[in-house]
């Protein structure tokens, strides 16, 4: 069985982060990527909660094993795929900010 998925921090908990602005980028493009980061963390905190809620209905007999086991995959899926794009995303910024202009 894999290990439990740990929590991730709510957007809130990174602090007040003010957006930079680009020349030629328009100011929605930075809200409308931190609106899709944020949301994605919520669906990934959300399979994580249903996953744990699943577990303990199957410790207090209510539920299924396997419905259990499908909720905790879900979640470790969720979560892999969630830290995949984002170390993606950080690559790619670390590559833009060598670029020499």
């Known amino acids: 069985m894999s290990t439990p ?3 991730i921090g709510s957007p809130a908990s990174l602090g007040n982060i003010a957006p930079v602005a680009m020349p030629g980028v328009p100011a929605t493009a930075s809200n409308a990527f931190g609106s899709i980061l944020s949301d994605a963390m919520g669906k990934v905190e959300g399979l994580r ?6 577990i303990e209905k199957v410790l207090s007999g209510e539920g299924e094993l396997y419905t259990a086991a499908l909720d905790v995959q879900k979640a470790q899926m969720g979560f892999d795929l969630f830290t995949t794009v984002r170390n993606k995303v950080v690559a790619a ?5 060598q670029m020499q202009m």
């Open 5 to 7: 998925v740990a929590p």
């Open 49 to 54: 909660q249903q996953s744990e809620q699943s």
């Open 93 to 97: 910024y670390q590559q833009i900010m």
